[in-house]
């Protein structure tokens, strides 16, 4: 289960995860304009896999309040917010970039409000579920999975059926160049420390193309989406956490 964090996020809480990731190596810098995303339904032709950005992990986040965002740092964040809301459902491919280095894709399934579903191209054993309250992640090899609270993951940001990341989220950070939009959200928690969620959309099109999720130890994992499709009707079942087949981990 090592490099999975959420999403991941697809994603777990960063915290829950912390003691399963590997030693992160230097991130570069720099950024690829390769990850491309869709439009509000479909994107057309199959895109090959983008190259997720992946942050500076030395960069520095400036704490911030909302009276210090100037008005097209206040305007860029309502769009982003619309287009949160807009979505209903979402569903495309997705390639994930561990603390290590490590890359694993798959596809995932979003239904609004709260429910979403990584599942992971073998050799990777893992599925994530989360069905409007719970979130799981399951390992299909061992037959186990651990389950957290939504409202306690980086994901319900991104599940919530209509948001207003100024209102809602403790947004430190937003800017824009030719390439992204990107909104910093941080959370501070006294047991465990501060987490980060980093989410980019496209500047031209306004899509979202990919999330960084920021654990309380510093250790980043990337998700890069792409081929997305919101038209799609998905099937309810899709959603439910299976608790026959599946138990919890050992210890």
Known sequence: MAGVLLVTAAMVTATSLAQTVPVPKPAPKG?????????????????????????????????????????????????????????????????????DGSKTQGDFYIQKPGKVRFEYDAPSPIDIVADGSSLVVRDRKLA??????????????????????????NVVNVSADDVFTSVTIEEKQALVGTSRLLLMFGAKDGQLKQWTVTDPQGYDTTIAVYNLDSSKKLDPGMFKIDFTNYGPSPG
Request: charged share 15%; no cysteine.
């Open 31 to 99: 950024r690829d304009g390769g990850a491309t995303g869709g439009g509000p339904a479909v994107t057309g032709a199959t895109q090959a896999p983008p190259n997720p950005v992946i942050p500076d992990p030395r960069r520095n986040v400036p704490s911030s309040i909302f009276q210090t965002f100037d008005a097209n740092q206040k305007a860029q964040a309502a769009k982003i917010s619309a287009y949160l809301s807009s979505l209903q459902t979402l569903v495309g491919n997705f390639v994930q970039v561990g603390p």
């Open 144 to 169: 186990t999975q651990d389950i957290y609270p939504l409202s306690q993951t980086p994901l319900r940001f991104l599940l919530s059926d209509r948001i207003d990341l100024m209102k809602d989220t």
